[in-house]
């Protein structure tokens, strides 16, 4: 039977209507294409065709095994583990589509329930208090209860303030932390202020006239013209630490491909100080000018990058950034990398074939 899907009906290749399934996530329909070939492989037998001429969907370690196994996690995933988000479009989530596609991969490898839990960034400044005690109160009893904190990439300077008192809540109380593109610079501001004692110190996005410019325009962008001013696609990032965790987590490769998108960058005479602190900058672009990968070494989990992992995360491979902060947020993050939990454990039950879920299988 040739079926096809119209809306929430289905009908099938005459026009007859068939009842549409209900199914509770994406990762669910691969399960029924194998049920239902399993059904016409039945009738094939019983009308006497056969049914050895049908196409082979599946087995052990096939791509459908795996999904199917996908189904089964999803079903199961019962453990919560809280992410919040702070960003400054929480107001429509698609404006952060990757990113939630991501923490569910990556939550779904590790067999946990993903609670996402959204923060507009200037709930949590000083002036949200005054204008507005409960939104203020609300927002950072949000932070305080997180698992693990998210600050994804923007522009503009509405919610920096925010996003940095939030990245100095996940320092200073060892929360997991994971910075993208602007949050490794709020990151990096954050620390500047509170380690280096450099007050004021500011993008020069969000204050040109800061004393301290630690995050500055890319040098060969235009100030002027921001069309095709920004430094795009895939580009390659080399270890500067060979040891630190970021490359344990990529699963120990000699450099590391992700998109990019920004204009801003964190200013590289000021990286010794930094890193005289504590604050380590483990990855470089391959001119060793621009620094890709930051970690805070001895925090439970902080560690911010300059490109967008979110954009290469798929169903079978996560990212490996949000896969090490749903770990720790899990506490699970030292087994994995010290090799004594496999997530095979956590991709199958004892009822169920076990298939090994490796962030370097196909690319799905």
């Known amino acids: 039977l040739l079926l096809f899907v119209c809306s929430t009906h289905i009908f099938d290749s005459q026009g007859s209507h068939c009842e549409a399934p209900q199914l509770p996530s994406l990762f669910v329909p691969p399960r029924s294409t194998a049920r239902g070939k399993g059904r016409l492989e039945r009738r094939a037998d019983a009308v006497g065709g056969g049914s050895a001429s049908l196409p082979r969907v599946g087995g052990r370690g096939?791509?459908?095994?795996?999904?199917?196994?996908l189904a089964e996690r999803f079903d199961r995933a019962f453990e919560p583990v809280k992410i919040v988000v702070v960003g400054k479009y929480?107001?429509?989530?698609?404006?952060?589509?990757?990113l939630i596609k991501s923490l569910q991969h990556a939550a779904l490898a590790v067999g946990k329930k993903l609670i996402l839990e959204w923060i507009e960034a200037d709930d949590l400044e000083p002036d949200r208090k005054k204008e507005d005690p409960v939104k203020f109160h609300e927002a950072w009893q949000r932070l305080c209860s997180a698992g693990g904190i998210l600050v994804p990439g923007g522009f503009g300077t509405r919610g920096i303030e925010g996003k940095i008192e939030a990245a100095a809540w996940a320092r200073k109380m060892n929360i997991p932390y994971l910075g993208i593109c602007l949050g490794l610079q709020i990151a990096v501001i954050e620390f500047a202020r509170n380690e280096l004692g450099w007050k004021g110190a500011n993008s020069v996005e969000v204050d040109k006239d800061t004393p301290h410019p630690v995050v500055v325009f890319m040098p060969e962008g235009s100030k002027t013209h921001l069309g095709g001013t920004m430094r795009l696609g895939k580009r390659r990032t080399v270890w500067k630490d060979p040891d630190c965790l970021t490359r344990k987590l990529y699963k120990g490769v000699d450099f590391v491909e992700e998109r990019h998108r920004h204009r801003y960058e964190v200013n590289p005479e000021i990286v010794p100080q930094l890193e005289a602190k504590g604050m380590k900058f483990v990855g470089q672009d391959v001119e060793g000018e621009r620094m890709e990968i930051m970690e805070i070494p001895g925090?439970?989990?902080?560690?911010?990058?300059?490109?967008?992992?979110e954009y290469l995360t798929r169903p079978l491979k996560p990212s490996p950034p949000f896969l090490g902060l749903i770990l720790a947020a899990s506490n699970m993050l030292d087994q994995y990398v010290n090799k004594s939990l496999s997530?095979?454990?956590?991709?199958?039950?004892?009822?169920?074939?076990?298939?090994?879920?490796?962030?370097?299988?196909?690319?799905?």
């Not at 929480?90 to 990757?98: I, P, V």
């Not at 095979?344 to 690319?363: G, K, T, V």
Request: negative net charge.
């Open 90 to 98: 929480t107001g429509m989530s698609d404006s952060y589509a990757s």
């Open 62 to 69: 096939t791509l459908l095994a795996k999904w199917l196994n």
């Open 343 to 364: 997530l095979s454990r956590w991709a199958s039950q004892e009822e169920l074939p076990s298939f090994s879920l490796d962030i370097q299988d196909a690319d799905v």
């Open 299 to 309: 925090h439970k989990f902080f560690i911010a990058v300059q490109y967008h992992p």
